[in-house]
Every structure is written in C-alpha cells, then in structure tokens.
C-alpha cells in the first residue's frame, strides 16, 4: 500500500473459499441434486420426488422439460 | 499529436476575459468527478480543462492473494450500476484462465442478462439523468431564445412518440414531473425484472460463474423476459425518434453546436456478447473470436479502422502515471512477459500493473491531480499513445460495429456505414427498422444520440439471444454449466463492454491465487487525466476549446455546455467508497461465521 499506514487485517485474504467443509463452485453438485445428468440432460426427478417417473416425457426423443 | 486541433478562429478574438469555473462534484453522475475550467466569456469558449478524481481505486490492491474464483464477485461490488458487467468480463478472464468454454444456454443467458443491463442503464441515464440537461426547465434557464423557437418548430417524428413540437418533448423531459422521466422509471423497473430473470439479482448477479450460469433454464424463464421486452418496446421505439428530433433540433437551433464537446475520433469498443458457435475462450484464437462478438471490437481513429484483433487491442493498452497519485512500477519484476503467442507483453501493460497509491496535494498547475491513471493505446504503426474515449460506450460500439461490417443477422446488420436495427411490432407501434449512421463528428450530441439507439440494438440482439436459448431448451439442452480446475498458474484476461464503455479485466494466477489482478472499466479511459506525454484525457480534450453557447454571464452561469459533454460520455467513478466517521469512531464490529471455518 505505498506509504500509507494501514491497520492489521482481522482475517487472512483468502478466508472465504479456503475454509473446510464449503462446496467447491466448480464442480457441479450432482450427488446433492439428483435428476441432473452430466450430459446436461435431466429428468422428472429434477422437479419432483412425487411419483417421478409417471411425469417424465413419454416419447424418448422428446427433452425432458421443467414444469416451471 | 492526439488532441483535437485548436478551434478558435484567428482574428476575430476579443481580448480575453477569463474566470475560473469549477465542478466538484458533478452531480447527476456516478461517483465523484470535478471538473476545472477557466472559462473566456469575452469569446465564449473553455479555455483549459481538468478532470479529477477524488476516489481512489484499491481493487487492484487487496485482489491480490485472494482465490481466483471470487474474483467475479468481488470485482461486482466496483459498481453499483454495472457491476454484472464486471462479474461477467472477471468471468471471461477466469475462463481462459481455466482453459474452459460455458454451455452455450449459459452463453445466451448471460448474453440476455447483458441486453438487459444496457438497456435498464442506458434508459435510466438518459431519460433520468442526461435529459434534464435538455429539457424545458433547464433551457428556459440557460437559451430562453431556443425554447421559443422550440416551442414554434413541429417535431418530425410526432406520429412515433407523439408530441407535437420539439418544446414539448422538452417538457415531458422534466424532471420529477415529466412524462417521459417518468416513463422511464417504469421501463428501467422493468428491464432490471429481465435481468433479474437471467443473472439472479441487480445490480451484483447472484447465478454467474466462471464456467456457467446457475439460472435454472425453464421455459418460463424465458417467457417472463419475453413479455418483458415486448412491453418496452414502444418505449424503445419513441425514445429514438424524440432524441433524433431533440438533437437535430439543437443543431438547427445554435448554429455551431456541432462543436460543443467534439474531439478527435479516437474511439475504442472491445466488444460485447459472444458467439457460442466461435468462443472458445483461448488466448491463441482471440482476434477470430474476437471478431464474431454481436458487438465487434475495433479501434476506430480519424474515421477510419485500426484493428478489430482483440489480441492487438490487448498488447496495445499502456497504463501511464501521467497526473495521477501513484508511484511508478516500471523498476518492479514484471508478471507476464509474454503472452501465450510468445509476442512481448509491455512493463505498463495492467498484466504487469502494479498499484502503489501516493495520497498527495492536488495541484492543478503541472502537478499531479487526480486517483485515475492514464490508460493508453500504443499505436505502433503511428507510433503513438492515443487517449481513446469510449463515446460514453454506444457512439464507440456502434460506429465500430457499423464501420466492420461482420455483424449479420435476422435483428441487426452492420452494413459497412451505418447499423440496421429491426424491432418487431408492439403493443402500439408496427414494426420498425432504425437504422444510425456513423456521424460526421465525435461530440457531445453524438454521443448522447448513439444511447438509445443502442437500446433499440441490445432489445434487437435479445430477440436474437431468446429465439436461440430457447431452441436449445425445447431440443432438451438445459446444460448451463461446465466443471474447472483452478490452475496452479494461469494468466487470463476478459475483454467485454460495460455499459459506458470499454471493459477488461486481467488476471494473473500463481499457486492457485491472484497474483495481479486489473480492471479497467471505461471511466479511467474517458476521466484521465494529462498522461506523461502530457495528452489530455478525453473530458479534458472535448471541453477544452469548447463554445459556449449559454445566454448566462459568469454570475449567474450554469456551464449547461459543459455539463452536456460531460455527461454524455456518462461518467461513472464509484470505483471506491470512502467513509469518514469523525476520529475514528468504530460504530460496530460483526462476526458472520463461515461454515467450518475457524478464522485467525
């Protein structure tokens, strides 16, 4: 900082994303999200747990949409 | 020399009657600028110019050691109105750091996200904030003789917006009760709503990564931005036509208007929206990337094309001290030496920036003035560094969109001399294609004209970017998201266009963390100070020399003339927040635990 007098820092630079036990952004949390493929496709199970498997598409070239 | 030529006129001066007039702070911008004129009001015209800032920028200081992927988040908080720009160029920059190329859904989301933005910016600056330099009140106070000939001059595009003289366009332009100040409000809640559908949250998005986006990809997502943008287009379409009747107007009204606020060409665009089909996000394909950004990049300088490549853009840029409160780097071990192409990479390059701030006096007369640095482009062919303004962001796009000629297709089509902007029907108003052409000068009323044609552009390209994510959606491609590893070392660097402007971001990562980091959003270019060569930035340039065409003598004046070519290169200096709390008061102290963590 040049020559300007600065206090003592209260945490280390790098605090927030070092820190045990955070989820790593960059890897996709497909364990924790089921539904999600990782070829980027998804199924019914995605937006529900309620009898997921009656409310997937019923063709197999049709995609898989969200309700929403 | 890269100053625009004198523009007095040799024998016909009246021995000068010069006084002082200063700005600080120059409300109705962003961030805290002043601006120092001595003003000739025997021959009506600023005679010297300075522009300061009083904010220091420490970004560049405490990035450094902090984890790469924070960067986008971090860098957000620069801005309070377009802070997704910078989370998305610090995301650009990362990804070529990671070595990795988003989903092309992700690609279009954060493409709509940034129509949004520009449109929800350039709207609310504009209408908000510009045009109460033009409306009825303030000419009143400052050409009392204009706003009658105002209120005799019918407006030629009265059939689009509706008002039947160019004097009540000014009315509806004023503030707090006009109809279109408070239109505009309207149209900026709305288009913030689109945003917030793409990016999470205005004006720090919540679902931008490198790598991705976390928007879920429903089909409603893009409807509800859909209807959105539908609805403003009315808006869109009227607010072009009342900006081209006001402006022509007042060059038809003050003859010689043209001047006010006019500089040398020199503009720089580094780009905004990438092509998914072509963006891989690798340093050794840039210009050709580059090149199919729905924006093109491209230096523009006498009217004519100095590059589109964004690798010779990049190896171009030259951070000067010039006037500014810092201590030079030049001695220090440089970061990057060359740049993945082997080509050598300059010691005042922001890849080897190294800030060192040195608070001192301001000193107007040769000394040092102010805490933005003087960013350059070396032109080696001219071998010189030219002080590139962005045109407050639109007029640079457009004229180096319009100029290349590369941008094709269904919406807006760069033609080689002009941009075509076609925008559907809506609710009141057929279909309609506009279509700017580049100008005969870079000045103020140029400058303000370009913005929402650059509206009307980004409502075009959301067209575009909506038809193309959802096709993806409807064939069942909802990836939005690729997985990275964060490099020991990596440099990177992002090249995107914040809404006033040119945009960069560079980074450098060395064990996993940022070794250097620097932004450079548009403002350090347009509010520079004098740089070592002792060019004048652009503010400096553009007012200095300027005529004045206000009725009002030194006690009573307003320097509206000066305000408007401030303005309309919409400065933005929040780049610092600065809290004095009297002696040092500690007002509270909190703790928000991290899960798991246990801190120092």
Request: charged content about 25%; overall charge negative; aromatic content about 10%.
């Amino acid at each position: 900082m040049g020559n300007i007098r600065v206090g003592k820092p209260d945490v280390k630079t790098d605090t927030p994303t070092s820190v045990f036990g955070t989820h790593r952004g960059n890897e996709a949390p497909y364990k924790r999200q089921p539904g999600l493929h990782k070829d980027g496709t998804a199924d019914a199970r995605r937006s529900t747990g309620i009898h997921w498997k009656k409310h997937n598409a019923i063709m197999e070239i049709m995609p898989n949409l969200p309700p929403g | 020399m890269t100053t625009t030529e004198d523009r007095s006129q040799a024998g016909e001066r009246k021995p000068a009657q010069i006084v002082d007039m200063s700005w600080d702070p120059i409300t109705r911008i962003i961030g805290n600028l002043g601006i120092y004129t001595k003003v000739d009001f025997a021959n009506r015209e600023v005679v010297e110019c300075h522009s300061t800032s009083s904010l220091f920028r420490g970004y560049s200081v405490f990035m450094r050691g902090k984890d790469p992927r924070d960067a986008g988040f971090i860098t957000s908080r620069i801005c309070g109105i377009c802070g997704d720009n910078h989370t998305t160029c610090s995301n650009y920059a990362q990804q070529m750091a990671y070595g990795i190329k988003p989903p092309p859904l992700a690609e279009a989301i954060v493409n709509l996200g940034e129509a949004a933005e520009y449109m929800f910016d350039h709207t609310i600056f504009q209408d908000n904030m510009v045009f109460v330099d033009f409306c009825e009140a303030m000419v009143k106070a400052t050409n009392p003789g204009v706003l009658a000939k105002a209120e005799r001059t019918e407006a030629p595009g009265a059939a689009v917006h509706g008002y039947r003289t160019i004097a009540d366009i000014m009315r509806a332009f004023n503030p707090f009760e006009g109809e279109v100040y408070k239109q505009a409000l309207k149209v900026s809640r709305v288009t913030r709503e689109m945003f917030c559908t793409m990016e999470g949250r205005h004006v720090h998005p919540s679902t931008l990564y490198p790598g991705g986006v976390g928007t879920m990809p429903e089909p409603t997502t893009f409807t509800d931005y859909l209807t959105r943008l539908v609805r403003v287009l009315d808006f869109i379409k009227q607010s072009v036509a009342m900006n081209d009747d006001v402006f022509d107007f007042f060059y038809e009204a003050l003859p010689g208007y043209e001047e006010v606020g006019r500089r040398r060409i020199m503009l720089g665009c580094w780009g905004a929206w990438q092509d998914s089909n072509f963006c891989d996000y690798r340093y050794e394909s840039m210009g050709d990337w580059g090149r199919q950004m729905f924006v093109t990049p491209g230096i523009v300088v006498d009217g004519g094309l100095v590059t589109n490549n964004l690798v010779d853009i990049n190896l171009g840029m030259r951070i000067l001290l010039g006037s500014s409160y810092y201590e030079d780097w030049a001695d220090r071990e440089p970061f990057v030496t060359h740049d993945p192409l082997g080509n050598l990479v300059d010691m005042r390059h922001p890849w080897n920036q190294t800030t060192v701030p040195v608070p001192q006096k301001r000193d107007l007369d040769g000394g040092n003035y102010s805490w933005v640095m003087s960013p350059r482009w070396y032109d080696k062919n001219a071998d010189q560094h030219l002080a590139l303004d962005t045109g407050g962001g639109p007029l640079a796009r457009l004229w180096s969109t319009a100029l290349n000629g590369l941008v094709d297709t269904p919406y807006v089509k760069a033609t080689g001399h002009s941009v075509q902007i076609s925008l559907p029907k809506s609710e009141k108003l057929p279909e309609m294609t506009l279509e700017w052409k580049i100008p005969k000068w870079s000045n103020t009323l140029e400058r303000d004209r370009a913005r929402p044609y650059f509206v009307a552009y980004s409502a075009a390209m959301a067209f575009f970017f909506i038809e193309r994510a959802m096709s993806m959606v409807r064939a069942g491609d909802m990836k939005t998201f690729e997985n990275f590893d964060v490099p020991d070392e990596a440099i990177g660097c992002g090249f995107h266009e914040a809404v006033r402007g040119v945009l960069s971001h560079h980074l450098v990562i060395r064990d996993k963390k940022i070794a250097n980091y620097h932004p450079y959003p548009p403002t350090p270019w347009n509010a520079s100070p004098r740089d070592s060569y002792g060019t004048p930035g652009p503010y400096e340039d553009a007012v200095q020399g300027q005529p004045i065409f206000e009725e009002n003598g030194p006690d009573d004046f307003k320097g509206v003339d000066i305000m408007r070519t401030v303005r309309s290169f919409d400065p933005c200096l929040p780049c610092g927040v600065h809290m004095y709390l009297g002696k040092g008061k500690e007002l509270t102290r909190t703790h928000t635990p991290t899960y798991g963590a246990s801190h120092d």
